[in-house]
């Protein structure tokens, strides 16, 4: 090849990759920030720490990755929570950590994977933001049951809470029914929700 050759060729590749810079870069790339800090922010806001089922390893529970963010395990059925004796203790949670019992009845962590029939799959980023502003499902439903950590995380601002949705958009979907809250007192476990 001759250097005139090698120095088209350059031309060329540089041309071609000029291209593809200037038609795709800017989009992607500003995804790729947002959903980045989604992430960041999703680990560092412990989410996975309550919505990732815990599961016994070696060195003791650790997150089930394979089931991660999709919340209380369908499999894991719960007998009635203990009466806890008088005294200063409150809370039950269950051994993946993902059921929690307390004052306010028994809550089940949900899926937030994007499984379109058991995670938040056909939410919009809007019914994201106002769930989390409201502490009420899709800013209008039932009100968020404890532990949810809704009093700190609605401080986020839109512009944070749309990372976190649209990282939790590119999470792999898990299908995983979680059962319904029960009431203080009663004693059955529905599932499904
Ligand atoms: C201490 C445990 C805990 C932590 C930490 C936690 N969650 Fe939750 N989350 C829950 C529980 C429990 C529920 C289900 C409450 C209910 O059924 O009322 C829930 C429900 C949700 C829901 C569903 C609400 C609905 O209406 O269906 C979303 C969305 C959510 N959490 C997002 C998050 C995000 C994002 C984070 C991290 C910033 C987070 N959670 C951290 C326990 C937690």
């Known amino acids: ?25 800017p989009v992607d790339t500003k995804d790729a920030i947002v959903i980045e800090r989604g992430r960041y922010l999703t680990t560092a806001g412990g ?4 919505h990732t089922p815990l599961k016994m390893g ?14 209380h395990p ?11 004796p008088e005294g200063p203790w409150m809370v039950v949670s269950s051994a993946t950590n993902t059921a929690w019992a307390g004052p306010w009845g028994t ?15 056909k939410w919009s980023a809007d019914d994201f ?10 800013g209008r439903g039932r009100q968020i049951l404890p532990p949810m950590p809704v009093p700190a995380i609605q401080n986020l601002t839109d512009e944070d809470l749309t990372a976190i949705y649209a990282y939790l ?3 792999p979907p898990i299908e995983n029914h979680v059962p319904v809250p029960i009431a203080p007192g009663a004693a059955v476990v529905a599932v499904g929700n």
């Open 129 to 138: 933001i106002y769930t989390i502003r409201s502490g009420r499902h899709l």
């Open 47 to 50: 989410c996975g720490d309550c």
């Open 169 to 171: 958009m590119t999470v």
């Open 58 to 71: 070696e060195r003791g529970p650790e997150p089930d990755m394979s089931r991660m963010l999709s919340g």
């Open 1 to 25: 090849m001759n250097r005139n050759r090698i120095a088209l060729l350059y031309v060329a590749a540089l041309w071609m990759v000029g291209v593809s810079v200037a038609e795709a870069a």
């Open 107 to 121: 809550s089940f962590v949900a899926n937030i994977t994007p499984d379109m029939e058991t995670g938040i799959g």
């Open 74 to 84: 369908e499999y894991l059925q719960m007998p009635a929570a203990p009466a806890l």
